[in-house]
């Protein structure tokens, strides 16, 4: 059973556009959302996480969007570079008594053509 | 860099054999979590220890075991390998940043199993 389901597997944008990934889940106890990002032959990298109380959350050009009652989280990459190419996976926890389980989703392939 | 070291980075071996990773927190890191990378499977939660004592448990077969030593560093243990057993291993370890906890990936050991 795939606890978090993500989408698309692959996109292919220009430099420039916004790309968007998506996400959605079954667990309403997860309380923890991160995206991690991973370029070939290294480990994934946190990228933004969030908890379920904020609706929205910026950092420099990635945005996380969370519905709740949606049970749906997505990703935004504004202007996108070249630079952004890599893997990107969404995650999810249940942070209760220390432990931090990270479910991940299948992982979205993202080129930035110039 | 995120300061997590694994070794080997490479490893090839027979089927029926066992092999161990070895995982090296970032320096006062008290949490480390072992996951699997496989293109069918993504990436999957192993285990986690804290401090020593271990705190989660994922799909981790019965023929894999770890350990996180005094020193804080940890040991993944396979044995008995299959084909199916090759993949990326990672370890991670994660510090409190704010009311987030962040987990820093190792660059991986990829598992060969012929």
């Known amino acids: 059973q795939q606890q978090v389901k993500q989408s698309p597997q692959s996109l292919i944008v220009q430099k420039g556009g916004i790309p968007i990934i998506n996400c959605a889940y079954e667990n309403t106890a997860f309380d923890y959302f991160p995206w991690y990002q991973q370029f070939p032959g290294k480990g994934p990298a946190l990228l933004i996480a969030i908890r379920p109380d904020v609706s929205e959350k910026k950092e420099g050009r990635f945005t996380i969007s969370f519905n709740k009652s949606a049970k749906q989280f997505s990703l935004h990459i504004m202007d996108s570079q070249p630079g952004d190419s890599a893997t990107y996976f969404c995650?999810?926890?249940?942070?209760?008594?220390?432990?931090?389980?990270?479910?991940f989703g299948k992982g979205t392939k993202l080129t930035v053509n110039p | 860099d995120s300061g997590v070291t694994q070794t080997p980075k490479h490893l090839i071996t027979a089927t029926g054999q066992r092999v161990t990773l070895r995982c090296s927190p970032r320096s006062g890191d008290l949490s480390v979590y072992w996951y699997q990378q496989s293109l069918d499977q993504g990436l999957q939660f192993l285990i986690q220890?804290?401090?020593?004592?271990?705190?989660a448990k994922g799909n981790i077969l019965e023929r894999f075991s770890a350990q996180q030593f005094p020193d804080l560093h940890s040991e993944l243990n396979l044995s008995s390998l299959e084909l199916g057993d090759s993949a990326l291993y990672f370890c991670?370890?994660?510090?409190?940043?704010?009311?987030?906890?962040?987990?820093?990936f190792g660059p991986g050991t990829r598992l060969t199993v012929l």
């Open positions: 220890y804290y401090n020593g004592e271990e705190r």
């Open positions: 991670a370890s994660s510090v409190l940043t704010g009311d987030l906890t962040e987990q820093f």
């Open positions: 995650a999810a926890s249940e942070t209760q008594g220390g432990s931090e389980k990270l479910v």
